[in-house]
């Protein structure tokens, strides 16, 4: 897999990021509805990536600022259904968190949820340990949510 920094707002990009909108809907319900603007991850407080299988693109994932705590938050991991099982999630994970550190970043947060057991079991793998609830859907039961520092992993 060929990983390129695009603009969130990149065709491919929006082509995955409606895919995995759609994925949401399937498993949750619903969009995510988390508050996103496309400056978010832009250079140089922000990142987004798509991979490329032969030319087309099969997985994403970006990262912007968290507040200033010197972390950033992971968005819009996916792969394509057609492209899983073949470690794109795990090698689009490391050059995220590449990325992140040498830009300053001195650690990763996310949120995900229980109807994805797949990324949970990715993040934990990867080093990640739960952490305290944050944002949007810090209310809500299914979401689940893990930090990793990368200053000293």
């Known amino acids: 897999m060929e990983i390129r920094v695009v ?7 929006a082509k995955l990021t409606a895919e995995v909108q759609q994925e949401y809907v399937r498993r949750y319900g619903t969009e995510d509805e988390t508050p996103v603007d496309v ?7 922000g990142l987004f990536l798509v991979g490329y299988l ?4 099969v997985a994403s994932g970006g ?8 972390n950033v938050e ?8 057609s492209a899983r099982g073949r470690g ?12 992140a550190r040498a830009a300053g970043g001195r650690g990763v947060v996310l949120e995900t ?18 952490i305290p609830a944050f944002g949007y859907y810090g209310d809500q039961p ?12």
């Open 7 to 13: 603009a969130f707002d990149h065709p491919d990009a």
């Open 39 to 45: 400056a978010e991850f832009a250079p140089p407080r």
């Open 54 to 57: 032969d030319g087309v693109p």
């Open 63 to 70: 990262w912007r600022a968290h507040g200033e705590s010197g």
């Open 74 to 81: 992971l968005k819009r991991m996916y792969v394509v259904e």
């Open 88 to 99: 794109f999630a795990r090698g689009m994970l490391a050059e995220l968190e590449r990325a």
């Open 113 to 130: 949820g229980t109807e994805q057991p797949e990324a949970i079991a990715l993040y934990r793998s990867s080093g990640y340990r739960e």
């Open 142 to 153: 299914e979401s689940r949510y893990y930090g990793k520092d990368l200053v000293r992993d």
